[in-house]
């Protein structure tokens, strides 16, 4: 990612950032810090047009397998971690 001082866009201006927005994102450092992270529309309209986490959580669930089932397939599995399988 490109990374870019923010002194440099305020002597500059966002002529600064528009030639490094052509390779990607610009990481904008201050006080020797990451504290922005600066777009171009185009990778921002990439970014939010699939579902967001809220679409992922919401929707309802397709188990195949029930908390008996899981659980013991766990303690399976932990025993296996500990070499008493």
């Known amino acids: 990612m490109n990374s870019i001082p923010a002194q440099e866009i305020e002597?500059?201006?966002m002529a600064a950032v528009d030639d490094l927005l052509h390779a990607g994102p610009v990481q904008v450092i201050e006080?020797?810090?990451p504290c922005y992270?600066?777009?171009s529309a185009v990778d921002y309209e990439r970014l939010t047009?699939?579902?967001s986490a809220w679409d992922w959580l919401d929707r309802p669930s397709h188990a195949t397998?029930?908390?008996p089932t899981i659980d013991?397939?766990?303690a399976a599995e932990r025993a296996a971690w500990n070499g008493t399988a």
Request: hydrophobic share 35%; glycine share 12%; charged share 40%.
């Open 31 to 33: 006080n020797e810090r």
């Open 37 to 39: 992270v600066i777009l």
């Open 65 to 67: 397998r029930d908390q």
């Open 49 to 51: 047009a699939g579902p």
């Open 11 to 13: 002597r500059r201006g």
């Open 72 to 74: 013991a397939d766990l």
